[in-house]
């Protein structure tokens, strides 16, 4: 059982000419393995900084975040294994893979880093990380730019399961990809999740989503933590106005729209 | 909802033994060299693979040794003897030609590599770090490169008797490196924001392999481009320097050439064969590098080829490129309700 | 290179947008912010480029072989000994000082504006040489370079709002020109217009015997003698204008912004110069201050050609008679005439892009 606790962290960035920027204000919560936090807010929320601050490209300006316990190495071989353990999915599938890279690179690359699996057997284990998220096996020598967007996030998946985490940042995995596969792929990251018995943390900006992934529902306001619980209870029942604003702005396809302007004035 | 969707979003997957082959080096390489294979770059190639050529077999290719002395033939126009004439002292200008490539094919080329060298190491660090690193690193480069380079290359080549050629292309690379540096460092600085090399640093890759492996092969474009352009600008800056005087070179190059025909008034006797061959030759040298780099633009920024073709596919079919209105035909076809 | 985007002022809640205005409509209308902040960090590097250039220039002669100096000065008795004095603090021959000593001596020396003598040109002093020679190399140059600017930034934009058409041959010919040597082309210029047409003179910026004076005669003759390294320099620097304009135009003319002009029905010349033009040219402006250093090098050459009586040919003339003092002087002028018009390119750059104005909000 791994656990994951953030400490009351605070991010401030300061910006020249316009004084400082908040981006976390006092954010709390803890990530365990088996169970999946959805943190949902709105652009600019602060959402992507937790993610860059949990893996380790940025560091807090105050509080803590612990793993089982220990706060997290800033370098040498105690980070390398905290790395090992917490791995990201970024969220635009465009970027997030080396365009001058073969698929092939891309998951040998964290197997060989953190010696996963011994050199002969690297080729087998990508391929077999390929099957897990349900992706051709002659991907394998391609480039990103022949894969379409889903099949760029999967391997991105792949990636970020290479090295056999306890823990996984998903930071808006779906937002860039066509409508009609985020539910392929977000059922994809359940499952795994499910089988590896992964804590995740998934980030996004869609309610619906979130529920339907997350056991627990984090609400984040110009980073503050404005209302946590377990996923039911803050969609259906939420306590904070902004939480209602969210779910009020979710789109719902039982309302019916008299006439466009209706909608236009129903909708603000 | 949930169950219709999963199955249809898991594809058909093919493991076992008949595993696809990898890609053969041949295909690698042909996709590395992608940037030069349209038609200007390979026009490009072709001439400095000539001149090249020409340097490395001058022994063979020319008729005469270029310091062979014949008073009976001097100031001949072209003959069948002597293919481009003869000098004042009855020298054989076509093997001076030829001869003088080989000191202007090595002055340029190692000399930029020197530089492109120097600019890779300064530009891509200075774009990689952050603060008053990087910002030293750009003043530093931006004063060499607002420090006039042809005065301060006159007044250092003026300091030495007789120069070798490896020191005047020392001296010419390390005063071309900057506009290269600068460049390279822009972009690195817009690369290393990309979530690719966010995730190697978030999958605990040493630096050197995100230098390296990440973001130089996404670099190599710009390098190219660079190192092409300082080929040029050092043939340029070699011939200029011989022609001045500057440089006393015992060997030959076209510069040095234009300097002896410029001395015995060649221009003001209108002995068109002697200077116009060395300095066509120059310019042939500098267009097919231009061509190169012109190839390697449109590689990078496919705008700039497609923007040209688009146009004319339009004119012919009656539409101008800048009109802001689009016809509207209406067809006939009962198919088009969407 | 993205080019700038027109950003919307904060619009009142009572009035329209498109009334409000753009940045870009404030500058028509006159009203533009200082942007204070980025003119102090571009003066703070040239102060530190000048600082630096000004410290070569300091070794430079050091680095040089002691005895050709030294020689150098033996070789010229008639010097006096304040200025001898002078040329042993520039040329490094003090060598019984300290090295901070020399260096504290050479900038006192730099700021009473002593540059020595020179000894090629009869003991005067070198700030002398140096200020009759320098007028004739910022005219023609300066004149030179602004038209190929221009005819090079027009005639890209041009091009590339006509992209498609016959115009487009205009580049690769242009381009051609530009890989001319310039000393080649300038060449080819007299034995060409001079020697066989005979329609300009061969060289120099005045006929022999005149001497230099406001009269309408000897305005016409510098004109006459000046038009051939012109239009030399013109030629042979057209290209990469022409080029960098059409690549920067290609690029804009894909953006957004663009269609919607068009789309609003604005007129095709009002698109191409406003929209399209005035930001394609904005890198333009920061390549040339950049390639000031280029075209120093390209005139150098150009006033030998010519005998052109300029600084370059200066450098030239003292580089060979080995007039250290002459050199080193002439290299100090040349570098801060070009950090001087690079601070005016990046002034008028500073003007120009909204953005620099945006971030002194």
Request: glycine letters at 10%; proline letters at 5%.
């Amino acid at each position: 059982m791994t656990v994951l606790e953030v400490d009351r962290v605070t991010k401030v960035y300061a910006v020249r000419g316009a004084g400082q920027i908040k981006a976390l204000d006092d954010v709390s919560f803890t990530l365990e393995s088996g169970r999946t936090i959805g943190l949902v807010g709105q652009s600019g929320s602060g959402k992507s900084t937790i993610a860059r601050i949990l893996t380790q490209l940025e560091t807090p300006t105050s509080g803590q975040v612990r793993l089982d316990g220990q706060p997290i190495p800033r370098r040498g071989a105690g980070l390398r294994a905290y790395r090992q353990k917490l791995r990201m999915v970024f969220q635009d599938p465009f970027a997030s893979l080396n365009p001058y890279h073969s698929i092939r690179y891309h998951l040998e690359r964290p197997l060989r880093l953190d010696g996963v699996v011994p050199g002969a057997e690297v080729e087998d284990e990508v391929r077999r990380l390929l099957t897990r998220v349900r992706l051709d096996h002659d991907v394998i020598d391609r480039r990103p730019h022949e894969l379409s967007g889903g099949q760029r996030q999967r391997v991105a998946i792949a990636r970020a399961l290479a090295s056999r985490p306890r823990l996984l940042v998903a930071d808006e995995p779906v937002s860039m990809l066509d409508v009609s596969i985020r539910l392929g792929v977000l059922n994809l990251l359940a499952d795994l999740g499910r089988e590896e018995g992964l804590g995740v943390l998934y980030i996004t900006h869609d309610l619906a989503t979130a529920r339907h992934f997350s056991d627990e529902i984090l609400v984040l306001n110009q980073g503050r933590v404005v209302e946590s619980g377990p996923a039911d209870d803050v969609i259906l029942r939420p306590q904070d106005p902004y939480t209602r604003e969210l779910r009020a702005a979710s789109p719902d396809p039982e309302k019916h729209f008299g006439s466009v302007s209706g909608a236009l004035g129903g909708a603000r | 909802m949930t169950t219709d969707l999963r199955t249809e979003q898991a594809p058909q997957v093919r493991t076992g033994p008949t595993a696809p082959p990898r890609v053969t080096v041949r295909a690698r390489l042909g996709s590395a060299f992608a940037m030069f294979r349209n038609r200007k770059s390979i026009t490009g190639l072709v001439i400095l693979g000539f001149f090249v050529l020409v340097a490395a077999l001058a022994d063979v290719l020319a008729p005469y040794s270029p310091t062979q002395v014949d008073h009976t033939a001097r100031f001949e126009p072209p003959s069948a003897e002597h293919w481009l004439g003869t000098t004042h002292l009855g020298e054989d200008v076509l093997s001076q030609v030829i001869h003088g490539t080989r000191g202007v094919i090595v002055v340029g080329f190692l000399a930029a590599i020197m530089a492109t060298i120097i600019a890779i190491v300064v530009g891509v660090v200075a774009g990689y770090l952050r603060g008053w690193r990087s910002e030293s690193l750009s003043a530093l480069t931006n004063v060499f490169l607002v420090i006039p380079g042809l005065p301060l290359i006159i007044i250092v080549a003026s300091m030495f008797e007789n120069p070798p050629l490896v020191l005047i292309a020392a001296v010419l690379g390390l005063t071309g490196w900057a506009w290269g540096a600068r460049v390279l460092r822009a972009q690195t600085m817009s690369l290393r924001n990309r979530d690719f090399v966010q995730a190697a640093r978030a999958n605990g890759e040493p630096l050197w392999r995100i230098i390296g492996h990440e973001m130089l092969p996404n670099l190599m474009a710009l390098i190219a481009a660079s190192f092409v352009g300082t080929v040029t600008a050092a043939i340029l800056g070699l011939t200029t320097l011989s022609y001045i005087g500057v440089i006393p070179v015992n060997t030959y190059n076209w510069g040095t050439i234009l300097n002896w025909a410029g001395a015995q008034g060649a221009f003001r006797q209108n002995q068109w064969w002697w200077f116009l061959p060395p300095g066509l030759c120059i310019a042939a040298i500098g267009v097919a590098l231009s061509l190169i780099n012109f190839g390697i633009d449109e590689y990078v920024n496919p705008r700039l080829r497609s923007a040209g073709e688009r146009a004319r596919a339009m004119r012919k079919r009656g539409l101008d490129v800048n009109d802001p209105v689009t016809a509207v035909r209406t067809t006939t076809s009962a198919g088009d309700d969407a | 290179m993205t080019a700038v985007q027109p950003h919307p002022a904060e619009p009142s809640p009572t009035r329209d947008a498109l009334e409000v205005g753009t940045t870009a409509t404030t500058v028509a209308r006159g009203r533009s912010r200082v942007p204070w902040r980025f003119l102090a960090g571009r003066a703070g590097f040239y102060l530190f480029t000048l600082w630096a250039a000004i410290t070569i220039n300091f070794f430079l002669p050091r680095m040089m072989k002691g005895d050709a100096v030294d020689q150098y000065l033996s070789r010229n008795r008639n010097v006096s000994p304040e200025a001898a004095d002078a040329l042993r603090s520039l040329l490094g021959l003090d060598t019984d000082k300290s090295l901070l000593q020399q260096y504290v001596d050479y900038w006192g020396l730099l700021l009473r504006g002593d540059l020595g003598v020179s000894l090629l040109h009869g003991l005067r002093p070198v700030t002398e040489v140096i200020s009759q020679a320098l007028p004739w190399t910022v005219g023609l140059v300066g004149f030179a370079t602004v038209v190929s600017f221009a005819i090079g930034t027009i005639g890209g934009a041009v091009v590339g709002w006509r992209r498609g058409s016959r115009l487009d041959g205009l580049i690769p010919l242009t381009t051609f020109l530009s890989t001319i040597p310039y000393f080649w082309l300038g060449l080819l210029a007299i034995a060409l217009f001079s020697v066989t047409l005979g329609w300009f003179p061969i060289g120099k910026a005045y006929g022999v015997g005149m001497t230099p004076e406001w009269s309408a005669e000897f305005v016409g003759q510098v004109i006459h003698h000046g038009t051939l390294p012109a239009a030399t320099i013109v030629l042979a620097s057209l290209g990469g204008w022409m080029l960098g304009m059409r690549n920067m135009m290609l690029t804009v003319l894909d953006e957004d912004y663009v269609m919607v002009a068009q789309a609003k029905g604005m007129p095709n010349r009002r698109v191409l110069w406003r929209y399209a033009a005035r930001n394609a040219v904005l890198p333009q402006i920061q390549s040339f201050a950049l390639s000031i250093g280029f075209i120093v090098g390209g005139t150098i050459v150009m006033e030998m050609v010519f005998s052109y009586p300029g600084v370059g040919k200066l450098l030239l003339d003292a580089t060979n008679a080995k007039d250290y003092a002459l050199m080193q002087g002439v290299f100090l002028v040349i570098t801060l005439s070009v950090l001087v018009a690079n601070v005016l390119a990046d002034v008028a750059y500073a003007f120009l892009d909204p953005r620099t104005r945006q971030t002194e909000a």
